[in-house]
Each structure stands twice: as structure tokens, then as C-alpha cells.
């Protein structure tokens, strides 16, 4: 199967690190991803145009990168969705990851795409704001990650990841307990460092 | 339980939807919030003030509407959420239902909170492009809605509806499958008309 993605996408890098951990990494071809080029492909693998997609053997494509993720999971029977009560909050902590990436991407495109004098200060405040409650309310309720992660935290840890690529870290700052969680999971887990975000 | 929603939601609409469908109407409470109110208690409820968000009656707090919408499938042990072949298409289904909503609301944002001057019609043109390259695909690709929708079925269900009601329907033009499709949909599914958003 083949992953459609780029080295910057944080949620490429979530299925990317989902493969590391489950031990599938040598089963997926990565091949790079232009979106903004009307030729490439990936506007026919999945309509939306956005990575990461994944193209299966038989021709059919899978996205987005939560699907992506859980398919994965299920190919090596894993344990990164759990099933029962665990599972909401999971999902609920994916959620909360991937809302800040969103808000966090809303704020790169702003500054990437618009000449300054029409940037909307109010716009780029409120995104902020989302990425900003999310850190303290880990800081306050830090993942209880087990020995095996699931894909909340590895969506956190992308999230923080994203942070620390293209907003220098500035979240570091007032969060200790969340600074000491992604070290531990950095070191516990396997593809992270691979994966890091890279222009 | 109660729904943090507000009447012009479609990813709302998507839960209510939902719940009509796994006969939970009664279950849950809905009650509007104000996300652009900080003394609304969505921002503590979910720390990216997005709804829909669903309050527990043991106070935890479930979001976003594709959690939302799993967990009362498993409340019902309903069939929304199928399982093995069947279900990484449905959720890839309901990621491009999603991703349109994503690019649609991106376009309404931009007309609702900028000043005219500084709208960016690159920005404008590209959210569109998404919308319309997933229409077409739909078109070719109609949905194979069972006796009972999937949760993708009720997604792309959703995301037309908000294009009648932000977009005048003119998706219609061009696509008379899917116009086909919405209408057995709607005939078929109870609570379409008492979810149809409105302002």
C-alpha cells in the first residue's frame, strides 16, 4: 500500500508513527504529495485533495488519516483503538489533538497564504485561543498513557510536535507536567524522532 | 446526556440525526450554545469550543460528532459503525461528507467575519474546489445506502442539506443522481425534516 503524504504533514505523521509503532512501517511506500498542484494525483485518490491517503492494493483509498490510522490498527490486530469504555476517551483525546493541529494549520495558512494587510488579527486570536485551552487542559489532565500508546495520545504528541516545528515551541512555556509527557513518549516510542515534521 | 448544539450545526445535525435514526431522540437533552460567547460553558465542556459536544451524566464530556455519533450507536448497539470490510469505506465516506462540510463552513466564515476587502477569492476558490470535485465524484459514486444508512450515508446527507441551506442548492444542477439519492434518503430516514437546519 502506498501513503500519500508530505514531511510537513502533521497528520501524515500520525499514520506514519501509527505504522512505526504497529511494526508495519516496511509494509507502506511513502510517496510525496503536492497539493497545491493541480496534476498531482491525489486530487483523484480523494476528492478533497488532502493528505494523507492511503492507496490500498486493489486500487481503492482510504482517508482521512484517523481511517487511515484504524485500518492499520486492525491489520496488525493492535491495541491503539481500544474497545469498551476506553475507547471514548480515546477518541475524545484524538479529537482534542486534532482540533489544535486544525486550528494550528489555520494559523500557518493565514500567515502563508494572505499579504499582510488582510491577514484578520480577530481569526488568527480565536485559532489560537483553541490551541491555547487545549494545552492547559492537558497540562491538567495529562494523557495516562499505558505501556502500549493509543492514537489519543499519538495525536497529542503530533499536535505537540507540530507546535514545537513551526511555532518554535512557544508551548513549552507553563506547561511542565505536558513537556515531561511528550519526553517520556518520545523515548518510549518507536519512529518517533524518524517522523519528525521537516520541510 | 445533553447535546451542546445549536440549530445551524450541520456536524450537529449529523448527532441528532443520529439519534432519531438508533430511536435515542428521548435520551438526550439539546441545549444551544454560544460559541462566540467565552462565558458559554462549551469552552470548558470542550477546550476548542466546537460543538457538537456531549455531556455525560457522569460530567465527562464526548466530541467531536463522529465520537459523538459511534458512542450512541454502541449505546443502541446499532449498525451505523459497521464492522470489517464494510467499515473503512463508510468511514471514508463520512470523511469526504466532513471534509466538504470543513471546506463549505471555511467559505461561510469567510464571508461572515472578514470585511470585503480583504476576502481572499484564492482561499474562497480553492474551499469550493474540494466541495465540487466531492459532488462529483458522488455523482459517479452514489452512496449504496442499505435498509439502514451508515454513518457515511448520514454525513453526505448532512453536508447536501447544508449546501441547500447555505449554498441555495445549486449543488443540485448537474448532479441528478445524488439529488436522486438525497431524496430517498430523506424519505427513508426519520428526523431528516426535524434536523434541517436553520438559523
Redesign the interface.
Known sequence: MILRSSPASPFGRKCKLTAYILGLKDKIEITRADTTDPEDSI?KEN????IPTLVLDDG?????S??IC??LD?LAEGTLFPQGDA???A??L???G???LD?SLLQV?EMR??PE????Q??LTSQN??VQ??L??LEANIPQTGARPNIGDITIACALGYLDFRFEGAWRDGHPNLVAWLKRFADATPGFEETRPHD
Open positions: 486530487r476528492p478533497l485533495g488532502k481503492s483509498h482510504l482517508y482521512d484517523l481511517v484504524e485500518y486492525s475507547r471514548w476517551p477518541l475524545t484524538h479529537a482534542l486534532n482540533g489544535m486550528a495558512y497564504f494572505r494587510e488582510t491577514r484578520n480577530d481569526w485561543e483553541k485551552r487545549g492547559s487542559w
